[in-house]
């Protein structure tokens, strides 16, 4: 078992603002064109996908697979508006930083079914979220968000917490 100790918050930030020294948030921002720009940036195409599943506390809500040709980031089927937006987010983080989980050939096999696991370059899998690569890519997310002018009361929320607000007459 690996111990790590968790990054400090201000060596954090400072190193996740080191990884997009240079990258641009588009404007107006747009998941999809930040997905092209990832795209354009590292000279293959992204695709995003729904994952097959949905609800299953014990498996990932995201995911990134890079195979020679392409990367694909999977979100969680089901999952919010905004909740798929963080999960996308999330994985551009990885991408960004150039983080990569070596998985047991089973392991892609089980998950990815028919797709050939000598294709996959990369996949990054996570179930927990307290690694310095999971909170990096937090971070880097974040600071998307922050470039793209995100704010934490912006839009009406969706599903229950949307409706409360509709009940209620919560100011956003």
Known sequence: MTWWRPLRSRSLRRRSRDRLAGFEVPKPFTIEALCAKVSAGRGRTLYL??????????????????????????????????????????????????HSLADDENG?????????????RRVLLRTRYSTPEEQEAEMVAALIREQAGWTAGSGRPDGALGLLDDVFGLPS
Not at 67 to 85: C, E, N, P, V, Y
Not at 108 to 120: E, I, S, Y
């Open 49 to 98: 996908h729904p994952l097959p599943y949905t609800g299953a506390a014990d498996l990932p809500c995201g995911m990134w697979v890079s195979t020679d040709k392409a990367d694909h980031i999977f979100h969680a089927r089901g999952a919010s508006a905004l909740h798929q937006q963080n999960i996308i987010l999330h994985e551009i983080g990885h991408m960004l930083c150039d």
């Open 108 to 120: 892609l096999t089980a998950l990815l079914g028919d797709l050939d696991p000598a294709m996959v």
